[in-house]
């Protein structure tokens, strides 16, 4: 099974995977990471890396971070060339609940393409539907 890490400024690591946990009946694996501004860079690059291996069974891990060039997302990458994992930046909810349901049946590079296109899929402009619905 891929294991599936988030890792975000704040609680917000801990909010995405509360709210994945409570949608799909916590049938899978998530963990949180809070990168939070009273750490230092150093001990939030240890606390971050054993997330990651703490996640891997061996079939690699999927990280997803808050935003692309965020402290998050740069400690991750700085991490890629040493563990087994792909990240995605720019998580969104629909994506981690469907994280959830690939996790044990697709292997890391499948999943992290699948649910990078999942995500762009899954923004939507509510007037878009509003306008459609009216016409």
Do not use: W
Not at 26 to 45: E, F, I, K, M, W
Not at 96 to 105: C, E, G, P
């Amino acid at each position: 099974m891929v294991g599936i890490v988030i890792c975000a400024h704040g609680n917000l690591a801990h909010e995405f995977m509360n709210a994945a946990n409570f949608i799909t009946g916590q049938s899978g694996t998530l963990n949180a990471v809070a990168v939070d501004h009273n750490v230092t860079p150093g001990d939030a690059r240890t606390m971050v890396k054993e997330a990651i291996r703490g996640a891997d069974d061996g079939n690699g891990v999927l990280v997803f971070t808050d935003m692309y060039g965020g402290t998050p997302s740069n400690i991750c990458i700085s991490l890629q060339a040493d563990l087994r994992m792909e990240i995605i930046a720019g998580v969104n909810l629909p994506q981690l609940v469907k994280a959830v349901s690939l996790q044990k049946t697709h292997d890391i590079g499948t999943m992290a393409r699948k649910l990078r296109d999942y995500g762009k899929e899954n923004i939507f402009l509510a007037s878009d539907f509003l306008r459609a619905k009216d016409a």
